[in-house]
Every structure is written in C-alpha cells, then in structure tokens.
C-alpha cells in the first residue's frame, strides 16, 4: 500500500546545493521515515531520520549540511542538501518504518546524487 518515488538527483559541482524530495502514497503521520545512501563499493548508510514527533538525527557526515524536512500537506518528505562534497556522490533512496521501530520497511527505487570537484 505505501509506495514511495525520488525525485531530485543530479550532477552538481561542490560547494552547490540539490533539494531531493520523496512523494509517499499510504502515508501516516506516525510513521518514521528516512533517507539513505550507498556509494559505489560502501555499504549503505543512514543520511538522516525523522520520527513520529519530528525529531531528526543526521550522520555526523552530514550534520550541518544537510536537513530532512516533511510537508504533510502533500505527502513528501525533503532533504536539503547543502555545501555538497564530492564524497555525498551515491544514489539516495527515502524509507519509511511503519511502526518506528527501526525497521524500514519500504523504499523508493533511488534518485543520484553526483558531486564533481
């Protein structure tokens, strides 16, 4: 029932900026979500999570650069990425877990984020 599809990814020089965004169909409100990401030859990591009650967590990586965000209004979830580094280059996939329990449950087909020095 819940479905979710990137949007957003590109080609982008360091130093600029990408807004991804991940339209979710089935969405509750109560459901956590997240964003994702894996390099070529890495394993994937956990970018940023936000809960049922709009508490985020980032990686270290990325905290004070990049911010995750929902409007309910349309059912999307947003991760503003700035001052990007060549090392942010992977594909990047939004999840949802539907009882926030740390277990995500669905994900998006993945949106490619590429940073060039």
């Known amino acids: 029932q819940v479905q979710l599809v990137e949007s957003g990814g590109g080609s982008v020089q360091a130093g600029g900026s990408l807004r991804l965004a991940c339209q979710v169909s089935?969405?509750?409100?109560?459901?956590?979500m997240g964003w994702f990401r894996q390099a070529p030859g890495k394993e994937r990591e956990g970018v940023a999570t936000?809960?049922?009650?709009?508490?985020?967590n980032y990686a270290d990586s990325v905290k004070g650069r990049f911010t995750i965000s929902k409007d309910d209004a349309t059912n999307t979830l947003y991760l503003q990425m700035n001052s990007l580094k060549p090392e942010d280059t992977a594909t990047y996939y939004c999840?949802?877990?539907?009882?926030?329990?740390?277990?995500?449950?669905?994900w998006g087909q993945g949106t490619q984020v590429t940073v060039f020095a």
């Open positions: 936000l809960d049922s009650v709009g508490t985020t």
């Open positions: 089935g969405y509750l409100p109560n459901y956590c």
């Open positions: 999840a949802t877990d539907p009882r926030c329990t740390s277990n995500y449950e669905y």
